[in-house]
């Protein structure tokens, strides 16, 4: 079975994320995209997903790296819902690596040069459910 094409995006979204390359990765967005930067906060447009992904960076000490496993994706009316499992490494402490694994959910639009552009980021997936507010 051949991958869906969303799966080379993803990966290559993946690609600018951890090599920092952010007008590459802008490139995935749609302009009125949705990013959930952590549970209860998330930024609109591609200009604060950009500032976003600066920030989240920076806060890794440019050490982020981003991976991708299974995918799922479910298409209907010009939309697909991609559900996948996201490896992220970052520094742990006392100079050691972390890894976490999440289970995240994206949408996508397919516009009508039939490319595909993300409209909602949700790395952290159903776990969202899981922060009482």
Not at 32 to 58: C, H, Q, W, Y
Not at 63 to 69: A, D, I, K, N, R
Request: charged share 25%; with cysteine.
């Amino acid at each position: 079975m051949t991958p869906h094409p969303l799966r080379q995006i993803i990966e290559s979204c993946d690609r600018a994320i951890t090599t920092k390359n952010y007008d590459a990765l802008m490139e995935y967005y749609a302009e009125d995209a949705t990013l959930v930067v952590k549970p209860g906060m998330t930024v609109k447009g591609k200009e604060n997903i950009r500032s976003a992904f600066i920030a989240i960076a920076d806060y890794f000490q440019d050490q982020l790296v981003v991976e991708q496993g299974e995918m799922q994706v479910i298409e209907g009316g010009g939309n697909a819902l991609v559900i996948m499992e996201t490896i992220l490494r970052f520094p742990g402490g006392k100079g050691g690596r972390t890894e976490i694994s999440r289970r995240a959910t994206y949408v996508f639009r397919q516009e009508s040069d039939g490319r595909w552009l993300c409209t909602i980021d949700n790395s952290y997936g159903t776990s969202l459910l899981d922060t009482v507010n």
